[in-house]
């Protein structure tokens, strides 16, 4: 199959590129930028006229729900959403029921989504068996049926010598730990920020301190193991600024930050909104400048939408009893987009934090645009606003923070080794 795509503004966030440029393709590969090739001769034609050309979208947290949890969402409807945001590639955390423990779960997994012939599917190993925090994986069994890095999402393990052994048995065969830095004992059964709105509404609380003492615990172990260590979801400065010193003493620490949170603070919980319980809670509004700043300046390398559909009787229920989580696959582009107009950042700066940098960090040959480079293409109109409705999002789940608001941002094709599988 050989494509054309012509008249587009092509933005490469990696190589800097930012012009009015065609692009060529050839078997799901991009021949050329620019230049057009001797005798090229297309199949297809897309005209690309007042669209930017990107490459697709890199999302580190996008829960499909499958295996096991489909009446939240299925694999089909999910990975729908993804293309219709731009989504290319994405990690699946392996919080599944059951989890992503034993190889012939990850292989299923895997399967299901490449008979869908859409977004390429990256599981994240589980750490530790069922996730409980005893006994570790075989991860080098997980590794060889097709997951990259392997976590444990639901928060700091309490073992912290069970840690040590994961990040021995890592630094071993090379791979990459996934953590999300909160004590599981000081965040027990909150459910928000410890602040001004949490005390109004009566909400048990999660103080930023759970996040400290988790990113202060993991860092020194991992100094002990040499390992590489990825903070998913950071949220308070406090938390931030502990990053940015094991950075500058030259640890190999990488962090990512919800979209949810550079935009959302404790204060959008209003009166009780179940759409802004979230997993790690909205903190401070200086924790969300900081974080902006963090992104802006590289202490946090990228964004990821943690994505989680929940069904909506879970969310109906009392704030507290509410299942956290809020969806964000098709939201990843146009949040971004409205941060960086917000902070004054170039086309190209923005879309770096959800292209090549989340490659890089999920170890994948993805996020560019360069002669022979997968042809995983975001075309996308940024001055095109549209509203957050239910029937506007293909995701199963309907929570997020956003409904009602109108965002930039309308992606028009997504192309997906050369191939056209979302069209709007």
């Known amino acids: 199959m050989r494509i054309h795509i012509k008249n587009g503004r092509a933005v490469d966030p990696k190589s800097g590129l930012d012009a009015f440029q065609d692009v060529y393709i050839v078997d799901g590969k991009i021949l050329s930028v620019g230049q057009p090739p001797d005798s090229f001769q297309p199949d297809q034609i897309v005209d690309a006229q007042d669209l ?3 490459p697709g979208l890199v999302d580190l947290s996008a829960r499909l729900r499958e295996p096991g ?13 993804a293309v219709a945001g731009g989504v290319t590639s994405l ?3 392996p919080d599944t029921d059951p989890p992503l423990d034993e190889p012939g779960l990850v292989e299923m997994l895997k399967h299901r989504a490449r008979n869908l012939n859409q977004s390429h599917v990256y599981p994240i190993g589980a750490l530790t068996q069922g996730l409980c925090g005893e006994y570790l994986t075989e991860m080098a ?3 060889d049926a097709g997951c990259m890095v392997f976590g444990q999402p639901d928060g700091m393990l309490v073992n912290l010598k069970v840690l040590m052994q994961a990040m021995e048995y890592a630094s071993t065969f090379g791979f990459s730990v996934w953590l999300s830095p909160q004590d599981i004992n000081l965040a027990y059964q909150g459910v928000a920020h410890d602040g001004e ?32 260590i990825h903070l998913c979801r950071i949220s308070s400065s406090a938390g931030l600024a502990l990053v940015r010193a094991a950075k500058d003493k030259g640890m190999r620490i990488t962090c990512d930050v919800s979209v949810n949170h550079l935009h959302l603070s404790d204060m959008d919980i209003g009166f009780f909104d179940t759409n802004c319980h979230l997993k790690p809670p909205l903190r ?30 879970a969310k109906l229920l009392p704030f507290g009893q509410s299942e956290e989580g809020a969806i964000g696959v098709e939201l ?7 941060y960086g107009q917000e902070m004054k950042l170039s086309l190209a700066e923005m879309l770096a934090t959800v292209t090549f940098k989340p490659a890089e960090i999920l170890g994948i040959d993805a996020g560019y645009l360069s002669p022979g480079a997968a042809a995983d293409l975001c075309i996308f109109d940024p001055d095109s606003y549209w509203t957050v409705t239910p029937n506007a999002l293909l995701s199963q789940g309907k929570n997020t923070p956003f409904l009602g608001m109108e965002i930039p941002g309308s992606v028009k094709y997504t192309l997906i080794n050369g191939r056209v599988v979302y069209q709007s």
């Open 91 to 93: 990690a699946c955390p």
């Open 197 to 228: 709105v949490a005390t109004r509404l009566g909400l048990p609380t999660i103080p930023v301190c759970a996040e400290t003492i988790a990113i202060s615990n993991i860092i020194l172990l991992a100094q002990e193991c040499d390992v590489r």
């Open 332 to 338: 990843l582009l146009p949040l971004t987009l409205k």
């Open 284 to 313: 401070s509004f200086s924790d969300r400048d900081a974080l902006r700043d963090g992104l802006r300046d590289g202490a946090i390398d990228a964004i990821c939408s943690d994505h989680a559909p929940v069904d909506e009787d």
């Open 52 to 54: 930017v050309v990107s």
């Open 141 to 143: 069994e997980l590794h």
């Open 69 to 81: 949890l489909e009446y939240k969402a299925t694999l089909e409807s999910e990975m729908n959403a």
